[in-house]
């Protein structure tokens, strides 16, 4: 299994690439409790990150964002069958931004 240096350097990645598109404001912070998990090629390199395996945990739904400036993002997302909804919490006054939510 990956250790937390191979997670920290994919949010690090993911992170420098936020900057690239939206500046120093689209530097997100990963909050208390979150949950990540790894993914791994099949030679044990962590490859991405995804925060799935909510249902076993019993969340009814998940809930993501992301900004118009990631139409890969957004692809993905709407492939996967997440819908797109209003704006939550702190995205509701932010333009560009796009939230979306999937039932389990």
Do not use: N
Request: hydrophobic fraction near 40%; aromatic fraction near 10%; glycine fraction near 12%.
């Amino acid at each position: 299994m990956a250790g937390d240096a191979e997670l920290t350097e994919l949010l690090t990645a993911a992170f420098a690439e936020l900057v690239g598109r939206y500046g120093a404001e689209g530097r997100s912070l990963v909050k208390a409790g979150a949950r990540y998990f790894v993914v791994l090629d099949d030679e044990g390199r962590a490859v991405g990150c995804d925060a799935h395996a909510a249902r076993s945990a019993g969340y009814p739904v998940l809930r993501l964002s992301t900004g118009q400036l990631q139409p890969e993002a957004i692809a993905l997302y709407e492939s996967g069958g997440y819908v797109r909804t209003a704006p939550w919490d702190k995205y509701v006054d932010q333009p560009g931004v796009r939230c979306y939510a999937k039932s389990l």
